[in-house]
């Protein structure tokens, strides 16, 4: 038997990423990937696993290269930059030049069959995980005064994750980096604003 081609799994992980994220997972096929890569079936599959594991794989190596900025956001000094740091950076993402339009996380799942079922209850789950940082962030925002003591943060980590999950479709769609800008602006605009709190009042206006 001839010995399988040699790759560096790394560089044919990220192009793997780059044909999930334009494609979808539904949308890619092991065909697909042979004739990017140019690795045969059988080193892909002794490499990385199924196609499945391929996807997840993939889906974790774009969010080491390409979702830094969550974590990064979570660090800003004020519930609201929190928010504007998450927004403007994650729409550089979904419309950057040189890459796929969208998030590969919703591009990946929007709609998969019966069989790909693992594939969208763990994205589901990634984005929920997400959610809940944000979460966290404005629960502590609220102790020290900085979010408003009648709103829920749960409800408005729901609302900034939707808001940006919509903005992948959008991307994905042909939306503009200043369409989707203006979005963000909006969101901005009608931040709550603790009663009595110039200095806030004065950044959300």
């Given at each position: 038997?001839?010995?399988?081609?040699?790759?560096?799994?790394?560089?044919?992980?990220g192009a793997?990423m780059d044909?999930?994220?334009?494609?979808?997972?539904e949308?890619?096929?092991m065909?697909?990937i042979?004739?990017?890569?140019g690795v045969?079936?059988?080193?892909?599959y002794?490499?990385?696993?199924?196609?499945?594991?391929?996807f997840?794989k993939?889906?974790?190596?774009?969010?080491?290269?390409?979702?830094?900025?969550m974590?990064e956001?979570?660090?800003?000094?004020?519930?609201?930059?929190?928010v504007?740091?998450?927004?403007k950076?994650n729409?550089?993402?979904l419309v950057?030049?040189?890459?796929?339009?969208?998030?590969?996380?919703i591009?990946g799942?929007?709609?998969?069959?019966?069989?790909?079922?693992?594939?969208?209850?763990?994205?589901v789950?990634?984005?929920?995980?997400?959610e809940?940082?944000l979460?966290?962030?404005?629960?502590?925002?609220?102790?020290?005064?900085?979010?408003p003591?009648?709103?829920?943060?749960?409800d408005y980590?729901?609302?900034?994750?939707?808001?940006?999950q919509?903005?992948?479709?959008q991307?994905?769609?042909?939306a503009?980096?200043?369409?989707?800008?203006?979005?963000?602006?909006?969101?901005l605009?009608?931040?709550?604003?603790?009663?009595?709190?110039?200095?806030?009042?004065?950044?959300?206006?």
């Amino acid at each position: 038997m001839g010995r399988h081609r040699e790759f560096d799994p790394e560089v044919v992980l990220g192009a793997v990423m780059d044909l999930f994220w334009e494609r979808g997972y539904e949308g890619t096929s092991m065909a697909d990937i042979v004739s990017v890569t140019g690795v045969a079936a059988p080193g892909l599959y002794a490499a990385f696993g199924n196609k499945q594991a391929l996807f997840l794989k993939a889906v974790t190596l774009y969010e080491e290269r390409r979702l830094h900025f969550m974590q990064e956001a979570l660090l800003q000094p004020t519930a609201r930059a929190v928010v504007d740091y998450l927004l403007k950076n994650n729409i550089r993402l979904l419309v950057e030049d040189n890459s796929p339009a969208g998030c590969l996380g919703i591009n990946g799942a929007l709609a998969v069959s019966a069989g790909s079922e693992p594939v969208r209850n763990a994205l589901v789950q990634r984005r929920l995980a997400s959610e809940r940082e944000l979460c966290i962030r404005l629960e502590l925002a609220k102790r020290h005064g900085d979010f408003p003591d009648e709103l829920v943060p749960e409800d408005y980590a729901r609302y900034i994750m939707t808001l940006i999950q919509g903005m992948a479709v959008q991307a994905k769609s042909g939306a503009t980096f200043a369409q989707l800008n203006r979005l963000a602006d909006i969101a901005l605009r009608v931040w709550p604003v603790s009663p009595g709190d110039d200095t806030l009042h004065a950044q959300v206006h």
